[in-house]
């Protein structure tokens, strides 16, 4: 069965900080990972990764993916408040047929 | 261009009840996949849909079913509701299974309480 764990499951840390948030997953045919933001409801889109070693970035987030190890991270840097949030990771099979979502990893930056 | 809407946005069911919750992907899109999310969790998946025809199917049991039409939006419907379905269900569209670059788009989701 398909396994995803999400570590920390919950962090506190203060607006300037840098944060590193995990993803290890066991995923028959593995194709490539998805990172999402969740503040109320609906979890946005932030990478597909599909490649290791090739960092995607966006402004003070980014993200890289080792197939080997079967894992990413996401790192955001210079937190701010509205950072806030759930990140979810999940793989996504070669069928594309389903999401496996991990817990996710509460991220509450603090002023 | 509109994402991915869902209707309703809040519902109150009583055991029993069945309740058919609604989503219209985006333009363009051809899939459409159901999940779960219950507090505290990560969203679990529980159906995908492609041109019409269910494509995966997640560990829910029979109670739940859906169906995608000719213009792609979809429906999930869920029979003898118990206490423990009450959760948020996400619809997440893309443009097809199996493709490489295809990202997953998600709705606000239906805040199902059942009582």
């Known amino acids: 069965e398909d396994k995803v764990v999400q570590s920390p499951l919950s962090l506190v840390v203060h607006e300037g900080d840098t944060v590193t948030l995990n993803c290890s997953y066991e995923v028959t045919n593995f194709r490539s990972l998805l990172w999402y933001k969740q503040e109320k409801k609906a979890p946005t889109f932030l990478f597909m990764l599909?490649?290791?070693?090739i960092e995607k970035k966006s402004g003070r987030l980014s993200s890289i993916l080792d197939k080997k190890e079967l894992f990413s991270i996401l790192n955001i840097t210079a937190t701010q408040t509205g950072d806030s949030a759930v990140y979810l990771c999940?793989?996504?099979?070669?069928?594309?047929?389903?999401?496996?979502f991990g817990e996710g990893t509460q991220l509450t930056v603090n002023p | 261009d509109a994402g991915v809407t869902q209707s309703p946005t809040h519902l109150i069911k009583t055991r029993g009840q069945h309740v058919t919750l609604r989503c219209s992907p985006i333009?363009?899109?051809?899939?459409v996949s159901w999940y779960q999310q219950v507090l505290g969790q990560g969203p679990q998946f529980i159906f995908q849909?492609?041109?019409?025809?269910?494509?995966g199917r997640g560990n829910f049991p029979d109670r739940f079913s859906a169906r995608q039409f000719p213009n792609y939006s979809s429906e999930l419907n869920v029979n003898a509701l118990l206490l423990g379905d009450s959760a948020l269900y996400l619809c997440?569209?893309?443009?097809?299974?199996?493709?490489?670059?295809?990202?997953?788009?998600f709705g606000q989701g239906t805040r199902l309480t059942v009582v």
């Open positions: 999940a793989p996504v099979e070669t069928s594309g047929s389903r999401l496996t």
């Open positions: 849909y492609y041109e019409k025809e269910e494509r």
């Open positions: 599909t490649s290791s070693g």
């Open positions: 997440a569209s893309s443009l097809a299974p199996g493709r490489m670059n295809t990202e997953a788009f």
């Open positions: 333009s363009g899109h051809k899939s």
